[in-house]
């Protein structure tokens, strides 16, 4: 039996926390699925709670709007770039860039993706004043729709409606335009998932109660400070060289790494003979509270000096060893260590006594019955100052840029080493890394940068609106696009392709890299593969009337005609619905085969999308479900504009049938 949907108009991000009530509290929810809340307090109020109005919180005009656009439907579908995509170094792989709104893309990627990010780096607009943030939004809405829809008054919606069309970079349009997208975002996040922000003193305070109330206070990490430049602003009376990176866990299971490290300076064994200053005095040999030992009760002679534990005298030492009496005064390292310390300079007589040196990067250790001086990674706790050091400053940043473009052609870039620090900390070897405010492309840099260094798989979604280039005040950036990227409207979206293309380009040279025949770069001298390809998607409008509430389909289709649909917009929709349905963007969908109908299949769904569609492709369909093990598809999916009635009952009922003969679970669905 089919089961119709309105699919393409209402895609938004799932509601965790309602699924969560409905399991917990059903006889909240009347036989149309709306949640009572007035029931669900009377039952809360057997605990005690109290629904008292007042409480610690944030506001701000716009708040409801924002909650509203979190869970509104998008306006848009996705579209694949063919041409790019299939490309060698493109086809297989798994990092992605897509152009348009974040907040439509969040939307699209919720199911796909939902809880599968690792990691989440931005870098939002600071809301300096100068920086060209305004709150521009092109959904449209009645007082009336806004009322109900936010649950707000009459005066509120249309407050909230002026304020939304105003082009306003208030601190109130800041923060509506943030909450929406980090709400999205926060879904996409693993349990034990981080996301770092990039921030500033205007709106560091805001960001920090926002990040409260969305992520919870309990799940803040750190607020890292950033150096920008050593010398600041000096036009200011006071010269302001920092901003800051703050972190949020998904849940209080979130983990920052500390670091292994090895110091560069001195990780040769024998550059540690001699050094001072890398080592500190450790406490004696004769430390006191250790069980006495006859094998440790020994003299030492150092340079005619001699030495015994506890400074006791021969006659004691030897007193004590006859008698074996319960005494601590003995050695901690047996005859044999000791030599071998001494002669590797792990020894030390200061005032007459014998010290240990402890080193940072080097310890003794017996292997195979031998003593031998090993290197040892130490692990240190990430400081929240760790980015004060110039390595992570914006003149950094201009550097990163420099190797790909001799102009300077984009304003506030973020150093590939912040990003790269905030990975290494975060995430292991095949985690994915979001970053919705895509810029430069700093992330996606990174992530191939560190992939290739340490052999890693970790996978990147980048996410940058085009947002046209103004040819007066950024003269030499419009230039380079027009000009050398051949783009007749430049976009920031531009920049960060091309950016994307040349750090691949500069890596492969580099490593001495090739494509191999599943389009990973390899140096099989050094048996390295690392993916320094990427997928672009973009977002493009639905179409005009497609958005419709009827229910039948003959009142559709007075709506909407199909027929000027083109086979590109038969394609979007196809990866629009596959991404609803959770399947990757990264992962092709197989065309199949069925009598001279294709059909299009993946992570058992079946998409039946042209026109044409018979018995005997029906038949063959049932019959390659049959006999094909690799093929089980336990949703199928209709374009259902391209099927008459008669033939999508015909579908259903012979689905059904044969699900029910084989003890099987088909559904099959209609979309319109």
Partial sequence: MSKEQKITGNIQPPNKDLEILKKNFPNCFDKKGEFNFEKFKTQ?????????KESYGMDWLGKSYARLLATDETTTLLKEDDTFNQKDENKNSENLLIKGDNLEVLKHLSNAYYEKVKMIYIDPPYNTGSDGFVYADDRKFTVQELQELAGVSEERAKRILDFTQSKSNSHSAWLTFMYPRLYIAKQLLKDDGVIFISIDDNEVAQLRLLMDE??????????FSRITKKAGKTTDTIAKNTDYLICYG???????????????????????KGIRGFYKLSQTLDYSSIQYSRSLDYEIEIEGNIFRPGNSTKEEMEERQLANPNSDACWRWSRELFNFGYKNDFIVVKNNRIYTKTYKNATIKKINGNYEVVEVERKKSISTLEFIENKYSNDNAKKNLS???????????KPVSLVTKSINITTNKDDLILDFFAGSG?????VMQLNT????????????????????????TYDFVENELKVEE????????????RASKKIQEENDLVINDKGLMVNESKDKKIDLGFKVFETMPIWEDYNFESEELEKQTSLFDESKLTKEDIKALLVTWKTYDGIPLSRKLTKTDLNGYTAHYSSEKLYLMGKGFSTRNLKSLLEKIDVDKNFNPTTIIAFGYHFESKNLREIGENIKSYANKKSIDIEFITRY
Avoid at 44 to 52: A, V
Avoid at 214 to 223: D, L, R, S, Y
Avoid at 403 to 413: L, N, T, V
Wanted: hydrophobic content about 30%; cysteine-free; charged content about 30%.
């Fill in 214 to 223: 969305i992520f919870g206070e309990e799940n803040f990490v750190a607020e």
């Fill in 490 to 501: 430049p976009t920031i979206f531009d920049i960060t392709r091309e950016r994307l293309i």
């Fill in 403 to 413: 190797k790909y473009f001799k102009d300077k052609i984009f304003e506030y870039s």
């Fill in 44 to 52: 809360l109020s057997k605990n005690e709670i109290n629904f008292s």
């Fill in 250 to 272: 998904k849940s209080s299971n979130v983990s920052i790494k500390k670091e292994s490290f090895i110091d560069n300076k001195y990780n040769n064994i024998d550059s540690f």
């Fill in 453 to 476: 260094e340490d052999g890693g798989n970790r996978k990147f979604i980048l996410v940058q609106l085009p947002e046209l280039i103004d040819p007066k005040s950024s003269k030499t």
């Fill in 442 to 446: 700093t992330t996606g840099d990174a």
